[in-house]
Each structure stands twice: as C-alpha cells, then as structure tokens.
C-alpha cells in the first residue's frame, strides 16, 4: 500500500505542488491502481507469448537532411542567452 510520505516524494520528484486534499486523493488513487497490478499478478501468463505492443507499429519519421533555415531570428528569438546570431552557452571545458 502507498502512504501519503511515498505521493509526496513522487509529487516532490516530478516538481508538482499538491494541497492536503489533492495528497488524500493520490494516495486512495495510487494505490487502488496498484492493488490492481497485485490482480494482475495473480493471474497464469505461463503460455502468452511474451509482446510489445498489442498491435504492430512502425515509425514514420522523416529523414533527417539538412535544410537552410528561412528564419534564424525566430530560432533565437526564445534563446535565454545570445550573441548576435547564435546561441550562447555557459563554458563547459576546464582549461586547467
């Protein structure tokens, strides 16, 4: 079973903020979801073959070519850092 310490640790590592009620609520929740898996547990898969997916997928991605870019201002427009037109990064190599 799932205590409230264990959804705030999860809340804290996933960086959300949750009020009392919302604590209560996850807490009931997670571990109905997880009493569920303990059913699944119980059940023989001995002789299921073993799967990825439940149906058969494949991915459609475009090649990757390189193409000039129509407008590099709108690329920097959200950069946090720049100088001129390229992005500017903290140093990461040790001179010593």
């Known amino acids: 079973m799932i205590d409230r310490d264990q959804v705030r640790k999860v809340a804290h590592l996933a960086r959300l903020e949750l009020s009392s009620q919302e ?9 109905d979801i997880l009493d569920y898996f303990e059913q699944l547990g119980e059940l023989d898969v001995s002789e299921v073959a073993p ?15 390189l193409q000039p870019c129509d407008n590099p201002e ?17 140093k990461i190599i040790n001179a010593d």
């Open 23 to 31: 604590e209560e609520r996850f807490t009931a929740q997670l571990g």
């Open 51 to 65: 799967t990825f997916r439940a149906i058969d997928v494949s991915n459609v991605t475009r090649p990757d070519v």
């Open 74 to 90: 709108a690329l920097l427009e959200n950069a946090p850092d720049r100088e001129g037109e390229f992005f500017k990064v903290p």
